[in-house]
């Protein structure tokens, strides 16, 4: 990868994890190799189109040959930057948000929830898998003495820009947002949206009998 940095279309990352996700699961099975035409069967992708993907970062595997799984995986490891170790704050220690803390899997990626905040006095002081609520007052002191790649918005929906803008002065590069808003941040802060009750919608609308998609 070069200095200068390298161009990924939207499409192409959102696939990335996809692909992370199939050659964990093909190394678990103790598949060794894949070839391009099997692995793009089971993702439901042309075989040029993994190509073409995997091109944007200097391309993987032979050509009739396939793919090393294990190898591949490591490569997407690195790409997706699961090689590293990420401190993350949840804002809004509710039912999602303590659902997040409790969620042991992100851990093994990486990704360690370390404090949730709220405005909640029933809720600040108490702990989820050991880790403290703190009340909404301490952020910018918390996020000032303890490093903090990620924060995870899981406030009520009115409540998100105002946290997000003091996350961003306090310096948070990356925004998880949970709540069922846009929120608006300058440019160097990437936010990722998770807004499940979309993915709801989504689904309600696709099991319409009337709706052919295409
Ligand atoms: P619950 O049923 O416990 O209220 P919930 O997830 O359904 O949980 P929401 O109304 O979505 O409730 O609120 C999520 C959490 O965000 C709650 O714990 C609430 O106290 C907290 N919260 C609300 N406003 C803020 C804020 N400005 N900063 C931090 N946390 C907040």
Not at 90 to 113: R, S, W
Not at 150 to 177: C, F
Request: with cysteine; glycine share 8%; charged share 25%.
């Amino acid at each position: 990868m070069s200095k200068e940095g390298i161009y990924v279309s939207e499409a192409v990352i959102r696939r990335l994890p996809k692909y992370y996700r199939y050659l964990d699961d093909l190394e678990k099975v103790g598949i060794e190799r894949v070839s391009s035409k099997e692995l793009s069967r089971r993702m439901g992708l042309t075989a040029s189109q993994i190509r073409q993907d995997f091109n944007c970062f200097g391309g993987f595997g032979q050509q009739g040959y396939g793919y090393n799984v294990s190898e591949l995986k490591k490569e997407l490891i690195k790409i997706l930057g699961l090689d590293k170790r990420y401190n993350l704050i949840v804002i809004g220690a509710g039912n999602m948000g303590q659902a997040l803390a409790n969620y042991v899997a992100f851990e093994k990626e990486g990704f360690y929830i370390r404090a949730l905040f709220d405005i909640n006095p029933k809720l600040i002081g108490m702990t989820i898998r050991d880790i403290k609520i703190y009340d909404l007052d301490y952020l910018e002191e918390y996020i000032k003495m303890n490093p903090t790649d990620i924060a995870v918005i899981t406030t009520p929906r009115q409540e998100a820009q105002a946290i997000a803008d003091r996350l961003v002065t306090s310096g948070i590069k990356g925004i998880w947002n949970f709540a069922a808003v846009d929120i608006e941040v300058p440019q160097d802060v990437v936010v990722e949206n998770a807004h499940i009750s979309d993915s709801l919608f989504t689904l309600s609308f696709k099991t319409r009998e009337d709706i052919k998609l295409i």
